[in-house]
């Protein structure tokens, strides 16, 4: 399985990353909303596979969970999406080179903020809550255990679980770009995104879907996912954009651009 070389990692990161800030608002909204949907499959699968099993296996639970999870990024990197946390790494990296400009972030983040929490939770509301495939039984146990984890935790410990989420998500997306075919980047995709959920780092677009699940539910409030929503999306961004975009970029890209 043939891949990039990090440097040309890199030249392709800044390249995708100034195509992305360019699409048509209207191929942002698309792309957007079916990036949002498609992480929320990702974590219904989760739910729906590991809401019966027996709470004695411990992190074994986690671990399954996250062996099926990443069928959601499989689906953005191949399938074709936009997700927030991924476009965190690259739009900075094209920032960086001086290909778009600051506010073409903004606006791109805006968007996809917006659209992936529409896409998550058509699927969290429509399949999770009126299927019952979240609203019932274990499946509702395993939903509200897994939406309280993420709410339970302080601003500060959300913003820390935030970045470690989105360093290894973008590691996942930086690996997929690298490899040269499509069993390479399911491989590429696949590791990192089942470390992040096996460990249980906060990702602001899987919190979009399961929080509310649990909210449909009858649990918590609109409120508390606010509150979860502003350390997540700000530790993702520091993950995203200063662990792996700026850090490749200052090593890679750095003398290319002076």
């Known amino acids: 399985m043939a891949f990039h070389p990090p440097k040309e990692t ?16 209207s191929t942002q909204v698309v792309l957007g909303f079916l990036g949002g949907a498609f992480v929320a499959f990702g974590f219904l699968l989760t739910v729906r596979v590991t809401g019966n099993l027996p709470a004695e296996w411990g992190s074994i639970v986690s671990l399954i969970g996250g062996a099926v999870f990443p069928v959601g990024l499989v689906l953005v990197i191949l399938a074709g999406a936009e997700l927030l946390t991924g476009n965190m790494m690259a739009l900075p990296m094209a920032r960086a080179s001086k290909k778009i400009t600051t506010m073409a972030i903004v606006k791109n983040w805006t968007v996809l903020t917006i659209t992936n929490f529409i896409g998550a939770i058509f699927v969290a509301y429509l399949f999770g809550h009126y299927l019952g495939f979240t609203s019932t039984g274990p499946f509702l146990e395993r939903t509200v255990a897994m939406a309280g984890s993420k709410i339970d935790d302080t601003f500060m410990q959300a913003f820390v679980s935030g970045i470690g989420a989105n360093w290894l998500v973008c590691l996942a997306v930086w690996v997929a770009f690298s490899a040269k075919d499509v069993a390479g980047k399911i491989l590429g995709i696949w590791f990192p995104i089942m470390a992040f959920v096996a460990i249980g780092f906060q990702h602001v677009v899987a919190n979009m879907f399961i929080i ?20 997540v999306f700000l530790g993702n961004a520091v993950g995203g954009a200063v662990f792996v975009g700026c850090l490749y970029w200052f090593t890679y890209m750095r003398k290319t651009t002076q």
């Open 212 to 231: 509310p699940a649990a909210i449909f539910a009858g649990y918590y409030t609109w409120v508390d996912y606010l509150v979860n929503f502003v350390p």
């Open 10 to 25: 890199a030249e392709m990161a800044v390249g995708i990353g100034e195509k992305k800030a360019n699409f048509p608002l």
